[in-house]
């Protein structure tokens, strides 16, 4: 079994299911794929803090069993536990939403499994997502590639927290998701549940930048981050092109590479508008 989790609200659900059509379409194996979505209802403290809905589950569960029968989803509402441990902590305006935070509940759920691959919805695999998840994290808390920039502005082994293989045995040992959740309490962080992340690691396994590539896309890449970059041309500016905005990744990345996949995302959205309302 390969378990894959992601958390969020019903609006990454375009997310969700691109970067999970790249893995099975990209992934040549028998093995069956169980996806966990960490999700919560916020609607009291903005209207769009929706969770990921039943007929959004229902309908990804449709489409991945397609590819293999014994392929399944498990939704998880943690609502309980942002409200025991996040509400009106200082970094629930964070940089993104509250959504950002609640990977750091894995600890709290029993169903989670020992080995697990956590994935920002913005990303897309390239390759076979097997060449990242077999990667041995038996002596280590996770595995992560360096962020883009943070190597050059922070430190040269500063980690991207958008790809990460958790050891979940390992990390409740040492305690990395209590330490962070402990420091998203009491302090004003920049990049909220990264920076947590990273200042209660104890031990971590760098990966070469080619499994969570933010800027390029090579054909070695096995994930690429659609995350905000930097953009020279034709004035600098930051932009934040996302995998589902097909027209855009055209336009701007000239990528079409994921045409195969994309196309059958467009697809398959306007059949779950028709059918699964």
């Known amino acids: ?148 920039y943070g190597k050059y502005l922070i430190n040269p082994r500063y980690i991207n927290a958008g790809v990460l293989l958790f050891n979940m045995e390992y990390c409740r040992r040492t305690g990395l998701f209590k330490k962070a959740r402990e420091l998203i309490k009491v302090k004003k962080l920049v990049f909220a549940d990264q920076s947590a992340i990273i200042r209660s690691t104890t031990k971590k396994h760098l990966l070469p930048q080619k499994f969570n590539d933010q800027k390029f896309l090579h054909k070695h890449t096995v994930i690429r981050h659609f995350s905000q970059r930097l953009f020279y041309l034709p004035y600098p500016h930051i932009d934040n092109v996302k995998q589902w905005q097909v027209t855009r990744v055209h336009k701007i990345f000239r990528y079409f590479q994921f045409d195969d996949i994309l196309y059958e995302y467009i697809y398959l959205i306007q059949k779950f508008k028709r059918d699964f309302k």
């Open 1 to 148: 079994m390969i378990n894959i989790l992601f958390c969020g609200n019903d609006r990454v659900f375009d997310g969700i299911l691109t970067c999970s059509l790249s893995i099975l379409k990209r992934t040549k194996t028998s093995s069956p794929f169980k996806f966990f979505i960490f999700t919560m209802d916020l609607t009291d403290i903005k209207e769009d803090y929706r969770p990921v809905s039943d007929r959004q589950t229902a309908f990804f569960e449709s489409v991945i069993k397609e590819y293999n029968p014994l392929n399944c989803v498990e939704k998880i509402d943690v609502t309980e536990f942002y409200n025991r441990e996040f509400r009106n902590c200082p970094n629930e305006g964070c940089y993104c939403s509250p959504y950002t935070l609640i990977r750091l509940f894995a600890d709290l759920v029993p169903s989670l499994p020992d080995k697990i691959l956590y994935l920002d919805a913005d990303v897309m695999a390239n390759r076979d997502i097997t060449l990242l998840y077999d990667i041995d994290v038996s002596n280590v808390e996770y595995a992560a590639s360096n962020d883009h």
